[in-house]
Structure formats: structure tokens, C-alpha cells
T-cell receptor, first 118, second 109 residues
Framework: DADVTQTPRNRITKTGKRIMLECSQT?????MYWYRQDPGLGLRLIYY???????NKGEISDGYSVSRQAQAKFSLSLESAIPNQTALYFC?????????????????FGPGTRLTVL | QKEVEQDPGPLSVPEGAIVSLNCTYS??????FMWYRQYSRKGPELLMY????GNKEDGRFTAQVDKSSKYISLFIRDSQPSDSATYLC?????????FGAGTRLTVKP
């Protein structure tokens, strides 16, 4: 079973629509992250959360919002989607400080959501 | 200027070749350095992890960090077709990870 799951895996929507991407994890990690990946730009951090009550903006948070509903769930919303938000979106988790045998700062990624905004 | 620079390639090599992948960075506060491997249609997975300067070897993979030059490298010996993937460097001072653009590698049989 996958430790980090994302839904949906693919989504096509129109400009101006509200979109929610969901992430769930069974790893028991406190830290969760949302990234977007674009060709030539790599992974860029949108938002991150160190626990349920802690939400932080990342490098490119404009146009996005998040909700940490529980330790295991972290959702990303696009309030009014625009075409330049077309990208591959990844959720990730980490366990810091690492438990025995873990590597500090290692992030565990979900399979990604491919979002297309027309 | 980006904090982390990585040549996106693509890079194509024959099976058995030695592959060298590199990143440069500008933030001297970075102290944790990682290489992630990402197969097509998958999320990245941690391949190598190094704290501060030095070398680390794991099988056919060697990671090097030179903090004085702000330069990190990943070497793959005896490359295999199964190594074909995108390799992303990543680094952080503590929590806020910065990734390179990723280098797409193809190893041809």
C-alpha cells in the first residue's frame, strides 16, 4: 500500500474554476509539503505544515491555499485556476528529527497530480 | 540567480559508462545535501544523503559535496538502463528544501 496518496491523479479544468487536490499519508509524519514541478524549473515549494496548527508559505504561495485537516491529511486549493498553474503537483511528508534508522530531512513523495487548466 | 543551479540535460550515455551529475548553489547556509531520483510518472525518491562536506558511497553511487566551492556531484559507475530517470539535487539549511531543476538521464543498452 502507498504511504503517501494523492487524489485525483489527473485533472483537467477551466480557467476560473476552484480546484482542490488532496493528500493523505499513513507514515505518521508530522510534516507535510506541497510542491509544483514544471519542466526546467524543478520542484518549487508552495506551502508546508509542521503540524496541524502550523501552516507556512513556501516559495510560490500566491494563488494557492491549504488546509491541514488532520495529521494525515493536507489539501491544496486553487481558488480560481489560471492556465499558468498547469503543472505536476506533489505532496510530500517528512519525519524530523528522524526516528531510529531514518535520514533527517528525507521527504517522501506521493505519486503526483497532473493538473491542466484550459 | 537561482539558489540552486542544475543543468537539465538531457544526458544520454551508453550502458557501462560513468555518469557525472552536478549542482551549484549560492546559499552558504545549506548543510544537508541530497540527490533524489524520479522515474517517469512517479514521485521523487531519496537516493543519496550527505551532511556537510565530503564523500559518501553507496554501491555504484557516490555523492560529493564541496562547500568551499558550493558544488555537489553525483557519480554513477557502470551505469545501467534501469538508471534512466531524472536526478534532482536538493539541499537545505534545516527544513526549507530547495531543489535543482533535475537532469534527465538516459542509459542506452
Amino acid at each position: 500500500d502507498a504511504d503517501v496518496t494523492q487524489t485525483p491523479r489527473n485533472r483537467i479544468t477551466k480557467t476560473g474554476k476552484r480546484i482542490m487536490l488532496e493528500c493523505s499519508q499513513t507514515k505518521g509524519h508530522d510534516r507535510m509539503y506541497w510542491y509544483r514541478q514544471d519542466p526546467g524549473l524543478g520542484l518549487r515549494l508552495i506551502y508546508y505544515s509542521f503540524d496541524v496548527k502550523d501552516i507556512n508559505k513556501g516559495e510560490i504561495s500566491d494563488g494557492y491555499s491549504v488546509s491541514r485537516q488532520a495529521q494525515a491529511k493536507f489539501s491544496l486549493s486553487l481558488e480560481s485556476a489560471i492556465p499558468n498553474q498547469t503543472a505536476l503537483y506533489f505532496c510530500a511528508t517528512s519525519d524530523f528529527p528522524p526516528r531510529s534508522g531514518g535520514r533527517g530531512n528525507e521527504q517522501f513523495f506521493g505519486p503526483g497530480t497532473r493538473l491542466t487548466v484550459l | 540567480q537561482k539558489e540552486v543551479e542544475q543543468d537539465p540535460g538531457p544526458l544520454s550515455v551508453p550502458e557501462g559508462a560513468i555518469v557525472s551529475l552536478n549542482c551549484t548553489y549560492s546559499n552558504s547556509a545549506f548543510q544537508y545535501f541530497m540527490w533524489y531520483r524520479q522515474y517517469s510518472r512517479k514521485g521523487p525518491e531519496l537516493l543519496m544523503y550527505t551532511y556537510s562536506s565530503g564523500n559518501k558511497e553507496d554501491g555504484r553511487f557516490t555523492a560529493q559535496v564541496d562547500k568551499s566551492s558550493k558544488y555537489i556531484s553525483l557519480f554513477i559507475r557502470d551505469s545501467q538502463p534501469s538508471d534512466s530517470a531524472t536526478y534532482l539535487c536538493a539541499m537545505t539549511p534545516n527544513n526549507d528544501m530547495r531543489f535543482g531543476a533535475g537532469t534527465r538521464l538516459t542509459v542506452k543498452p
